[in-house]
């Protein structure tokens, strides 16, 4: 991952006066106890299966990741130039920390891990994918999911 000081300052003072969304609604709510939580992770690293379409510069919509999927099947089509995918490619659990879930689960230190995973593509402006929230938010209630590890990369 690039760092904001080893930017070119063009770029650094883009990225430091992006304007930060505000929302009418503040959409957070007491959490379930560790115990109680089944987790699905929504990641904005660009993942998705291979086979599935890569994600373009600024894609709205998101991708599927089954909870039982193999590192070797997913595929990272992040456009960013500056994005470092060493640890992706080291160790999925850098950017998609599936078997750390697992293993939370098995101490009880949350209830269960969600059947299925959800990423977008990062930098897209967050008011574009308003669209697609509602819909991504009735899967995830259907799934049983009460709580949401966000994983921004």
């Known amino acids: 991952m690039a760092r904001l000081e080893s930017l070119p300052a063009s ?7 992006l304007p930060c969304p505000t929302f009418e609604t503040t959409p957070f709510v007491k959490a379930p106890r560790g115990g109680e939580r089944r987790v699905a992770m929504i990641s904005t690293a660009g993942l998705h299966r291979r086979g599935d379409r890569p994600f373009s510069l600024g894609s709205e919509d998101y991708r599927v990741i089954p909870g039982d ?3 070797n099947d997913l595929v990272m089509s992040h456009i960013s130039t500056n994005f470092d995918r060493t640890g992706f490619q080291k160790d999925l659990n850098v950017i998609f920390p599936i078997d750390r879930l697992g293993e939370m689960a098995k101490r009880g230190e949350i209830g269960s891990v969600a059947d299925f995973h959800y990423s977008f593509m990062g930098a897209t402006e967050p008011e574009k994918m308003k669209h697609v929230i509602h819909r991504l938010a009735a899967m995830l209630k259907k799934d049983g999911v009460n709580a949401v590890l966000l994983v921004p990369v």
């Open 69 to 71: 999927v193999k590192a």
């Open 11 to 17: 770029m650094r003072s883009h990225l430091a006066n």
